[in-house]
């Protein structure tokens, strides 16, 4: 199956955030990763739902919001409402993640979980049936630019394990330090989608490391 590249916008120069997006259309990538966080679950805070709806309107792709939030149940209409195609809520940050699943789906918009580095795989059990995307995070959130953490790569493998398993459709994307460098092993593992801020957005051409990305 051919895997999906997701530039991170939140390595994109705003300062010129139309060229950005227009390198982005004009790219092989599929997806575009929109990273919301708040300041509460992160340490860091990026943009919400006014943004999203700004760069809607330039970019042509599908719109992969990952909430970086806490309480995320009270916003999910209005990121929809502003774009979204895919809405990733984290497991860490959701005491109801059955119905806020339930909530998303009701949107129109694809569902998914992102799980800490530090979370296993296995709290994922009861509700992989239930979703359309796995985010397993390679770094700890909120910041681009950080180093791959290894034991994302067999996380990967449980994970793919257990869709296999039970015969879900999900998907399983890789967030935080994915370069031209361990891409490969990344999707021997199993991952159907990789993020990439920084080694995109920060290379001398950023199309190139797309296609790059999806030549493995
Ligand atoms: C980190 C974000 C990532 C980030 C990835 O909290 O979820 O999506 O933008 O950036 P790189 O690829 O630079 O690690
Ligand atoms: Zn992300």
């Not at 705003?14 to 982005?24: G, H, P, R, V």
Request: with cysteine; hydrophobic share 45%.
């Amino acid at each position: 199956m051919n895997h999906i590249i997701a530039p991170s916008l939140l390595a994109a120069d705003f300062t010129k955030l139309d060229k950005e997006i227009e390198l982005f259309n004009e790219s092989e990538a599929q997806w575009l990763h929109v990273d919301v966080m708040d300041g509460v679950f992160v340490p860091n805070i990026s943009f919400g739902m006014m943004m999203l709806e700004a760069v809607n309107k330039l970019s042509n792709k599908f719109m992969d919001v990952h909430l970086m939030i806490v309480q995320p149940e009270k916003y999910i209409e209005s990121f929809r409402e502003a774009g979204a195609d895919m809405i990733t809520v984290h497991y860490e940050a959701c005491p109801h993640l059955h119905r806020t699943i339930q909530q998303i789906k009701a949107t129109g918009s694809m569902a998914g979980v992102a799980l800490n580095p530090h979370t296993p795989v296995s709290v994922l059990e009861e509700i992989i049936k239930d979703i359309d995307l796995v985010l397993i995070m390679s770094v700890n959130p909120g910041f681009g630019g950080q180093k791959f953490i290894e034991n994302a790569l067999n996380k990967v493998q449980k994970v793919k394990q257990m869709i296999v398993q039970s015969g879900s459709s999900a998907k399983i994307e890789v967030d935080g330090g994915v370069s031209l460098q361990n891409a490969k092993s990344i999707l021997d593992a199993g991952a159907d989608v990789l993020v990439a801020g920084n080694s995109v957005y920060r290379a001398s051409n950023p199309k190139a490391v797309i296609s790059d990305l999806m030549k493995f």
